[in-house]
């Protein structure tokens, strides 16, 4: 098989609906490509987990996706949405159903936890001082935050709750899709497969469709429905993780056939 036929194959899917659809895209800085004909379909209601080698363009693909990188060529659809260039006010409107947790939370250092969860609403909405912060709390009880840290400021928390913070702003729209950058990074492994499993949980009660950039084969194992992987500037491969093993590529086949892949797929069947 060669790589494109691959990608079709293990991509064929029948009636699903693409809640993101990426064609052609080629992104650069300068003289320096990263991404070049990368085509990548997100179904809704899955955990798809983006993985790659550092430096491969996993952060840069998700920010393009949301608007904050614009790509040298391509196509990126979201909802129906032509992102790149679609009316100004579809843009717009279609921002409001995504929320974003950046690599290392991102939060705003000068507001609370609760202003920082208020922020969206803020942004997006017309809503009454009193609503925001009524729905601000729920957000961040709803990630499992004691409501003591409502009133706290990033640098009080500890990284496991930043994350938590970091991942209720993202909620606070009520987003259809949740964008995630290396989310259990930096936790212990206990913090991580907590946050895993709370990922697991919302997206279950609330329908989420979740891009999740990591290289935490825990989090592969445990949460994501598919893999895409990043390599050669492109989506070399993306299916179910248990094909992953059966791709012909030498960094596919070390991080998915190596002793850390073991352990973490034995762990993800004791659940
Ligand atoms: N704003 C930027 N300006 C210039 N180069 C960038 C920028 N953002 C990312 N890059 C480069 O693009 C490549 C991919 O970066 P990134 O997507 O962050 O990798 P990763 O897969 O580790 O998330 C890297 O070589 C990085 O240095
Ligand atoms: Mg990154």
């Given at each position: ?5 691959q990608?079709a194959?293990?991509?064929a ?10 064609r052609?895209?080629?992104t650069?800085?300068?003289?320096q ?8 379909d997100?179904w ?5 987990g ?5 430096g ?7 920010r ?6 614009k ?7 979201v909802l ?5 260039n ?13 929320g ?13 936890v609760?202003?920082?969860v ?6 997006h ?7 925001m912060e009524?729905?601000?709390a ?5 990630v499992?935050l004691?409501?003591?840290s ?5 640098s009080?928390l500890?990284?496991?709750m ?5 991942l ?8 259809e ?13 206990i913090g991580?497969?907590?946050?895993d ?9 609330l ?5 999740m ?5 825990d ?15 492109r989506?070399l ?5 248990e094909?992953?093993?059966k791709?012909?590529h030498p ?19 004791n659940?």
């Amino acid at each position: 098989m060669n790589n494109d036929t691959q990608q079709a194959s293990l991509a064929a899917t029948t009636d699903r609906e693409a809640v993101i659809r990426v064609r052609g895209l080629r992104t650069q800085f300068g003289t320096q490509v990263v991404h070049e004909g990368l085509n990548l379909d997100v179904w809704r209601g899955e955990v798809l987990g983006i993985v790659g080698g550092s430096g491969t363009g996993k952060s840069v693909l998700l920010r393009t996706i949301v608007g904050l990188n614009k790509p040298a060529a391509g196509e990126i659809e979201v909802l129906g949405v032509d992102v790149l260039n679609g009316p100004e006010d579809d843009r717009r409107r279609i921002e409001r159903h995504w929320g974003v947790a950046f690599q290392d939370g991102a939060l705003f250092s000068s507001l609370t936890v609760l202003q920082n969860v208020m922020a969206p609403l803020r942004e997006h909405t017309g809503l009454s001082e009193k609503l925001m912060e009524s729905l601000g709390a729920l957000k961040i009880s709803l990630v499992g935050l004691p409501q003591l840290s409502c009133g706290k400021f990033p640098s009080e928390l500890s990284g496991g709750m930043r994350k938590r913070a970091a991942l209720a702003r993202a909620l606070a729209l009520d987003p259809e899709i949740v964008f995630l950058d290396e989310p259990t990074a930096g936790l212990d492994p206990i913090g991580a497969a907590a946050y895993d499993e709370l990922i697991g949980e919302l997206q279950q009660a609330l329908g989420l469709t979740v891009f999740m950039v990591t290289h935490d084969l825990d989090s592969l194992y445990a949460i994501c429905d598919r893999v895409a992987v990043l390599a050669e500037k492109r989506v070399l491969v993306e299916g179910p993780i248990e094909d992953m093993t059966k791709v012909d590529h030498p960094w596919v086949q070390e991080y998915f056939t190596g002793p850390r892949a073991r352990a973490a797929q034995q762990k993800g069947q004791n659940r």
